[in-house]
Nanobody, 122 residues
Framework: QVQLVESGGGLVQPGGSLRLSCAAS????????MGWYRQAPGKERELVAT???????NYADSVKGRFTISRDNAKNTVYLQMNSLKPEDTAVYYC????????????????WGQGTQVTVSS
């Protein structure tokens, strides 16, 4: 059984910073891509940033230059450093990971965290 547990959300003023963490635990042989998504009230879930196992990153245009995704493969953890936060960044942030849960047969499965609320408001 695999779990993704997020932490680091909260209330911050516009222009402020937050750092989200997401740790994967359980029956894990390897992790491929990891990422962060967000869902604002009344909107669909959208991609924020992804990072591959070798460190290649991809960002939504709306967060480029403000957010930085990173990972610690030894800790099975992905981070999202969010700077210069704006009210429109307010959302529930979810982490995602593609995890190898079986070697024989080789089985990859997609997992989601429970979400952490980020609110940007004065």
């Amino acid at each position: 059984q695999v779990q993704l547990v997020e932490s680091g959300g909260g209330l911050v003023q516009p222009g402020g910073s937050l750092r989200l963490s997401c740790a994967a635990s359980g029956n894990i042989f390897s992790i491929n891509a990891m990422g962060w998504y967000r869902q604002a009230p009344g909107k669909e879930r959208e991609l924020v940033a992804t990072i591959t196992a070798d460190g290649s990153t991809n960002y939504a245009d709306s967060v480029k230059g403000r957010f930085t995704i990173s990972r610690d493969n030894a800790k099975n953890t992905v981070y999202l450093q969010m700077n210069s936060l704006k009210p429109e960044d307010t959302a529930v942030y979810y982490c995602n990971a593609e995890i190898l849960i079986s070697r024989y047969p080789r089985t990859w499965s997609d997992y989601w965290g429970q979400g952490t609320q980020v609110t940007v408001s004065s």
